[in-house]
Structures are given as structure tokens and as C-alpha cells.
């Protein structure tokens, strides 16, 4: 079950749900770990404040505590990632919310003009159980660069940005534009909706392969259930409903 969050919770004056935007910030770029000066840099703090948050998240158990100047997530801010600040809707409102979501999934891989495609969807969570008021609707989303003959992805991500006529704080944002773009069109502003990060999900899926559920509501479920035994790197993992 996903940890349901309040919006006036804060750590250490940071409003929590900006500590979970950069949790999932840093997983969504492969890491699991971050220094004081991303940390400073994406929540837009000043170092005394970076310093005081990074020694709260440590004694709330959400990091452990840093090695080398790199604070790694602990099992606590994995789940404060995934956690949801939505109040409990029907059962028909997450429906109405899936179905919208994947009409733009549809929408976004038939714009020629996106760099990006996305392969899958992937359901997970409360939404498969039986119950009538939920407080989420937890979505795992794999995307790839469209061309994948693009002999720079690197450059391309960055004219892409460019194009979009936005501001970026950093580098990385700017590198990323085209994923957090994609996340955003598929949200379309809907709270309920939290999307996970792909690998993430692979991984969820491996911690209890025979408690795991998910449904693959967009793509091919059979090469979304190989890329999680293979990620497992053996056979058995928990299967699609």
C-alpha cells in the first residue's frame, strides 16, 4: 500500500512533498544517493538550510547517514518517494483517471514531433484490489528515445529542451526535460496519479516476486514480465493480473 502523505507536513521547514519530488528526482536519474549540493541546488536552498535538512533526513531514517559526502535512501525514503498526498476518491474517479491517462499515452507516441516513446504502462497498487475508495492510482511508465539510431542523445535532449522556449535551473533539468515533459502530459495536473520511475518498478516487483501484483494496461505484458525476470536474474517473479 502506497504511504499516503499530508501537505502541511514539512521536514525540518522543507514542505514534505518537496523532499519526495527530489527523491524521485534523483531515482529518476539512476542514483541512490545525492550530495548536499544537489540537494541545495534542485530545492533552491541555501547551505545552512541543505545542511539542516540533510541531518534531519538522516535522523528520521529516510538516508543514511553520508559516506563520502553522498547521503544514500534508505528503505523509509523509498517509500516517502512512492508516498501519495491524495485524499481517498472512488473507485470510478481512478477509472475515469486511467482512461485519460491512456488516451494521452496514445496522443503523446503519435506526435511526430516528441524525441520520446513510451513502450509501457504498468498498473500497481491499491487499484487492483477490490476496494471502492482509493487513494491513488500508482503507474509505472518505460519510455525510449524515439530514434534510436540518434548518434546523440545527448545533444538532441538539449535542442529539444532549447525548443521549449522554458527556463532551467541546472544542466540536469534541462537534460531531462523530454522525461519530466512526458510525466507531466501523462499526469495532466491529475493528483491522484502518481507515475513511478521504470526501474524502480522492476525492482519493486522483485522485493516479493509472489505478492507483487501489476497489470499491463498499455504495451506488451509479455516482454514487460521477461524485463522483470531478468532484472531478478533468475526465473519466477510475480506475474501480470
Known amino acids: 500500500m502506497t504511504l499516503q502523505i499530508r501537505s502541511a507536513?514539512?521536514?525540518?521547514?522543507?514542505?514534505?512533498?518537496?523532499?519526495?519530488?527530489?527523491?524521485?528526482?534523483?531515482?529518476?536519474?539512476?542514483?541512490?544517493?545525492?550530495?548536499?549540493?544537489?540537494?541545495?541546488?534542485?530545492?533552491?536552498?541555501?547551505?545552512?538550510?541543505?545542511?539542516?535538512?540533510a541531518l534531519e533526513l538522516a535522523a528520521q531514517g529516510y538516508v543514511e547517514p553520508p559516506q563520502n559526502g553522498a547521503y544514500k535512501l534508505t528503505d523509509k525514503g523509498q517509500e516517502l518517494m512512492r508516498a501519495s498526498a491524495a485524499g481517498k476518491v472512488s473507485r470510478k474517479a481512478v477509472e475515469a483517471a486511467l482512461a485519460?491517462?491512456?488516451?494521452?499515452?496514445?496522443?503523446?507516441?503519435?506526435?511526430?514531433?516528441?524525441?520520446?516513446?513510451?513502450?509501457?504502462?504498468?498498473?500497481?497498487?491499491?487499484?487492483l484490489s477490490t476496494k471502492e475508495k482509493l487513494g491513488d492510482l500508482d503507474v509505472a511508465v518505460k519510455c525510449r528515445d524515439r530514434n534510436v539510431n540518434d548518434p546523440d542523445h545527448g545533444k538532441t535532449a538539449l535542442a529539444y529542451a532549447k525548443r521549449s522556449g522554458r527556463r532551467f535551473g541546472t544542466f540536469i533539468d534541462q537534460l531531462s526535460w523530454a522525461n519530466t515533459e512526458l510525466c507531466q502530459i501523462l499526469k495532466a495536473r491529475k493528483r491522484t496519479i502518481v507515475i513511478q520511475v521504470w526501474h524502480s518498478f522492476l525492482?519493486?516487483?522483485?522485493?516479493?516476486?509472489?505478492?507483487f501484483h501489476y497489470k499491463v494496461v498499455f504495451g506488451n505484458s509479455e516482454e514487460v514480465g521477461a524485463e522483470i525476470r531478468a532484472r531478478a536474474g533468475k526465473k519466477g517473479s510475480g506475474g501480470p493480473d
Open 100 to 127: 485519460g491517462l491512456l488516451e494521452r499515452a496514445a496522443q503523446y507516441n503519435s506526435d511526430p514531433d516528441k524525441i520520446l516513446t513510451i513502450d509501457a504502462v504498468a498498473v500497481f497498487g491499491s487499484f
Open 9 to 53: 507536513d514539512t521536514i525540518s521547514r522543507i514542505p514534505i512533498k518537496e523532499v519526495r519530488r527530489f527523491f524521485r528526482h534523483v531515482v529518476g536519474w539512476h542514483h541512490d544517493s545525492f550530495d548536499l549540493q544537489w540537494l541545495q541546488d534542485q530545492l533552491s536552498l541555501d547551505e545552512k538550510s541543505a545542511i539542516a535538512l
Open 203 to 211: 525492482d519493486l516487483a522483485n522485493i516479493d516476486p509472489d505478492h
